[in-house]
């Protein structure tokens, strides 16, 4: 799916980005709700008639992906091909991720811009050679500064361990070289106060603001213990860390050095959407390489909390990894979608369970929205043959139906399109759901529809009418989120101009009433949710 082209030429477009994704296993379902968010993100940007770019892929480098390969008995590079194609596309093909491109941090369009980006920064003096020891944890492929480790238990009682990973950290001694960090920390706290929406959420920028506030140090930018990554270009006897191999993703899969209309119109991004864990990475260490090379800085960084499983964050290492197609084989891919940025306020740490799932899935996707949707579909076809009638008799009832609707397209733009806030915009389309099954309930059709004068008959007509084109309404809002229910919706209403093209369905027409033309063929179709007829297993 693409932007629609109504942007003027040389526009910039909205850029998005997830984190590329470390392929030392296969994604699980934290890996799917950042990737899910960012679609999201893209897909109500597009619908606004933007000009869009979306961005995802792989980071296939580093001591971590070496040690996986090695484990395996592959190299590295095979082991990635083997992640990449078998794993990680198939899955957000399966979960209808649009991205506009898929990144691989081993390709050549990659790795030979990050040289050049390296090497600028070497010849403008930002980069000098050093010694460094240090306790490093190869999960985070991260030197840690000894206040940020903790104590092991079990096993690793009596050492220090990552707080992330819970393993011991190593102690690496290195000849490397050193990006002069510490140089950025005005500049960087500068940034964030003329800036105070560029890190996301508060509690995030309070964390970083806070960390750059003690002091930085300067940045260990090669490893020369291993040789799985980009060789620096003046010393091949290193290769580049990968932290800052993968951060240029973000520039080079947009033309870096390479294509200047594309990375004019392009860069920077728009919103880097990323994990807590790696913010610092994203909001210290990557602005200040931007800086450093004089390229402009993200407009936004936003961090999502951590997917918690019976206390514990999600991850392969704390085996609480869960596939994603686990629910989706159960619920649907749309209802899946829908689910995690409904459940969980983006930005803030959330539980997941399966019952909490099925209690929304029949609650609120079955019972108020598809039954909704079912009903005015089998009222249509009983009372009128299946030919959308016109609205005649408009009172007080359908103008608060009408206002409701404005209402609910101006705040679900401004909570998903500009603040991110999926769960209230989401709440805020069910709402206006919730309103409609109300009007229904008030407005009695069934009964209005024994009164067979012509005046009976166009009240009739009106209830229905304000039902199904609300309907409409709805079928564009969620289809950013649950696209593929949207179309069955959208068919159902017998809409001429598909709502993929959204040729004139943007969101800001949205709100637009009687959009949807009377004649128009109703069907009834399949049902939107169907039940859950079996147990879910955990």
Known sequence: ?????????????????????????????????????????????????????????????????????????????????????????????????????????????????????????????????????????????????????????????????????????????????????????????????ANPGFIQPESARNEVVNFVRQGLQDLSISRSTFDWGIPIPWDDKHVIYVWVDALLNYATAV?????????????PADVHLVGKDILRFHAIIWPAMLMANGLPLPGKIAANGWLMVGGEKMSKSNLTGIKPQDLTSHFGVDAYRWYFLRAIAFGQDGSFSWEDFTARYTSELANDYGNLASRVAAMVGKYFEGSLPEASTAGEAEKAVQNGLATTVAEADRRIGEELDFQGGILTIFDFIKQVNGYITEQEPWKVAKDTSKEGQARLATILYTAAESLRAVAVLLHPIMPDTSEKLWDSLGAETSLGALADQTVQETGTWGRLPAGSTVTKGAVLFPRLEEPAKA
């Open 1 to 193: 799916m693409k932007s629609n082209g109504s942007e003027p030429a040389g526009a910039k477009a909205f850029y998005v980005t997830t984190p590329i994704y470390y392929v030392n296993d296969a994604p699980h379902l934290g890996h799917a709700y950042t990737t899910v968010a960012g679609d999201v993100l893209a897909r109500w940007h597009r619908q606004r008639g933007e000009q869009v770019w979306y961005l995802t892929g792989t980071d296939e480098h580093g001591q971590k992906i070496m040690r996986t390969a090695n484990a395996n008995g592959v190299s590295p590079q095979e082991w990635c091909d083997r992640l990449v194609e078998g794993a990680w596309k198939p899955l957000w093909e399966h979960l209808e991720i649009a991205n506009d491109d898929f990144i691989r941090t081993t390709q050549k369009r990659h790795t030979d811009r990050v040289q050049e980006f390296v090497q600028d920064l070497y010849d403008k003096g930002e980069i000098y050679q050093g010694g460094y020891e240090g306790p490093y944890c190869v999960g985070c492929e991260e030197y840690k500064l000894p206040g940020d480790l903790i104590d092991g238990q079990g096993e690793y009682g009596g050492q220090k361990v990552c707080p992330i990973h819970k393993k011991p950290v190593e102690i690496l001694k290195e000849e490397n070289y050193f990006f002069k960090l510490s140089e950025y920390g005005d500049k960087l706290l500068a940034h964030y106060e």
């Open 255 to 267: 033309g870096y050095n390479e294509n200047p209309e594309k990375f004019e119109s392009t860069f």
